[in-house]
């Protein structure tokens, strides 16, 4: 069996709950396929997020790293298809804010998803549940794990499938957080993510 390793944020930008932190926890220790899932919370640091998931990569040396995080605003479940190499956005969790900051210095400009993005959209509308390939991961935390975890395996010379997976918000996000945005509820959010990984083989 495979590992794969799931990564999912804190609660960021003043939104009381990060539906993938519910996704994570539910998964982990569960097996998908031929992949057993290894979960990880993150926090919302450009300093600390990329150091401590590169060295749970080192340490658990996974098969698979799929990475969520939250779109709030969007309505399907949308797997990212390119990460560059650029910081830039609103403040992290400390109060940090980058502007036009590189996330390797001399680094490529970007890094496509090696995750089967194609066919999990195909599946994914297959059993009902919006779906689409997204042409940006933003220039947030997002983006910032998506291309440190891509450029870590370039230089490792490991071609494992990689990549970051964005979900829309919860019922109970926009409820606690008093924001309209389109929502899924929480059951919907979990067994697509899981249609999602159930096409990695």
């Keep these: 069996m495979k590992k794969l390793l799931l990564k999912g944020f804190e ?3 003043g939104f009381p709950i990060n539906p993938t932190e519910k996704i994570v926890s539910a998964l982990s220790g569960e097996s998908i396929g031929n992949n057993k899932i290894f979960g990880l919370l993150l926090p919302v640091d450009y300093s ?8 749970k990569i080192k340490e658990l040396n996974p098969d698979v790293v799929v ?4 779109a709030a605003g969007r309505k399907s479940i949308t797997p990212e298809r390119i990460a560059i190499n650029c910081r830039d956005g609103a403040a992290d969790n400390n109060g940090v804010v980058l502007e036009d900051a590189p996330i390797i210095e001399d680094g490529p400009d970007g890094y496509f998803s090696s995750l089967p993005i194609r066919s999990m959209v195909h599946t994914l509308k297959e059993k009902g549940y919006p779906a689409e390939i997204s042409n940006t991961a933003g220039t947030y935390l997002c983006n910032n794990i998506m291309y440190s975890v891509l450029h870590e395996l370039s230089l490792a010379g490991k071609p494992i499938p990689a990549g970051f997976i964005h979900i829309p918000a919860s019922h109970e996000l926009v409820v ?3 924001k309209a945005m389109p929502s899924w509820s929480d059951s919907d959010l979990l067994e ?5 990984i ?3 083989e």
């Design 176 to 178: 606690a957080g008093k």
């Design 11 to 13: 609660p960021f930008l």
């Design 192 to 196: 697509a993510v899981k249609v999602a």
């Design 48 to 55: 600390l997020s990329y150091k401590i998931i590169l060295e």
């Design 198 to 200: 159930s096409v990695i």
């Design 67 to 70: 990475s969520l995080g939250l």
